[in-house]
């Protein structure tokens, strides 16, 4: 019997998706375990015994300081009980090792913050950020997709358009640098946008881009395309009675999340 690869879902500080993402691994093909940080910063669990990462979404440390920003400067600093090394050690090895990174809502904030997006040159250096609803409101609604299938994302292989629920007050995208969205644009980095569903077209109207993000942009990737990160949630939509209209349109019975975790889990080898 083949040994599936291993996913770790980090939780801890007041991520609360853990368990929905731990399932979309499941389902995709990974023996998935849910870690809390405090697990890695004691050095029970060490990320070097795992094949695909996943940071999830939630209110990590109730949002008080800006998104994540607590979360990436524990990530980004912290020392590992009895090792010595800073856990930003062992994420830039999993990195190295070429494993993939997703990053959902919370996560992608973290990963943006953290430098790991959009990575440009392979500079782990902030060059956006992402901030307030341009409503000034916390936003829970499903939004329509279109995906970027020139991306070099492997999560999205496969993937055109795609309907999926976002719930965030902070998920606006925002690049401060016009070169440095003009070099994510020409490297097809923008790989999700928010669209209209009658057009099928990227959009900048509320409320179908919940957020007002520059470029429409709902989800990015660094130029290996390993590291994604988006405010949208995947694991949320994981089987048709997730969606809203399940009991009024005809929905395949898998949702449209589990493709993002089925594309890692055949990007790490598995079959």
Known sequence: MRVRPKAVVITGNGTNCEREAAEACRLGGFDPRIVHISDLLSGEVVLDD???LNLTGGFLDGDDL???MVQANRLRYARVEGSGERLSEQLSRFIDQGKPILGVCNGFQLMVKMGLLP???????QVATLTFNDSGRFEDRWVHLIADAS???IFTRGAESLTLPVRHGEGKFVVSDPEVLDRMESGRLLTLRYADA???RATMDYPMNPN???AAAAGICSPSGLLFGLMPHPEAYLHRVNHPRWTREELPEEGAGIAFFRNAFEYVGGS
């Open 50 to 52: 795992f094949h695909f």
């Open 151 to 153: 991306s070099p994302c």
């Open 212 to 214: 007002g993000s520059m």
């Open 198 to 200: 009658g057009s099928g």
């Open 66 to 68: 800006g998104a994540a």
């Open 119 to 125: 990575c440009l040159d392979g500079e782990q250096r």
